[in-house]
């Protein structure tokens, strides 16, 4: 392949990716604000600005855009998560504090983004794909999160049932937000931060803190 044709190629590489997230981000909103069931081909195509024919081309029917949409909202949260504990230090401490960050990063932890991973949920009984990728992604952060309490654990203590309710203070984020529209994000990362210093206090308590200083 000559240097000119290699570089067409990913010029038309580069547009079909930006056509496909055009589309993933129309349908977003029109999930958000209409629901799956009511989110079709033509209000896609509108809210985007591009002809069905189009999306066709990108996308073979609606059930593949709200697959690719689902995944792209997972790899979304997916993302953050391992961005931040890549860059912070290796102890369980400062993961666990890299994880609340990424939780309620206002770059997914939006109502967009939430009213669309909620109205997935919702539809994952019925559809097996998409329970696929939302039960996945949950099973996958809580063992993670449990396996960093084990790292923390003091003898007697309940590391699964510990580490659970922590990942489930965390994914109190859909209801809380999805509710009013406002959530107080510094607000709810005090209160998990408070619930790691109830369980491991000389990890997470005001002297440790110091300490760490």
């Not at 084990?150 to 209801?175: H, I, N």
């Not at 990362?189 to 210093?197: D, G, H, N, V």
Request: some cysteine; charged content about 30%.
């Amino acid at each position: 392949m000559t240097k000119s044709a290699a570089t067409r190629l990913s010029l038309q590489e580069d547009h079909r990716g930006a056509r496909r997230q055009q589309l993933i981000e129309a349908a977003m909103r029109s999930i958000a604000e209409h629901g799956i069931a009511h989110t079709t081909v033509a209000r896609v195509a509108e809210e985007a600005g591009l002809s069905q024919g189009i999306m066709n081309f990108y996308f073979e029917g609606k059930q593949a855009l709200l697959l690719a949409t689902l995944e792209y909202v997972e790899s979304e949260f997916q993302r953050g998560r391992r961005e931040k504990m890549r860059s912070s230090a290796k102890t369980p401490e400062a993961q666990l504090d890299a994880i609340i960050e990424a939780t309620f990063d206002p770059a997914v932890c939006n109502p967009l983004y939430l009213d669309v991973w909620d109205a997935f949920w919702g539809e994952a009984r019925a559809r097996a794909d998409f329970n696929r990728v939302c039960s996945a992604y949950e099973t996958s952060q809580c063992k993670e999160t449990i396996r960093l309490f084990r790292k923390l654990a003091k003898p007697g203590q309940d590391v699964d049932a510990l580490g659970t309710a922590f990942f489930c203070l965390l994914e109190s984020r859909p209801e809380r937000l999805g509710r009013s529209k406002r959530f107080d994000l510094e607000g709810i990362k005090r209160t998990c931060r408070a619930f790691l210093a109830t369980v491991f206090p000389a990890n997470f308590g005001r002297s440790s803190r110091r300490t760490r200083r």
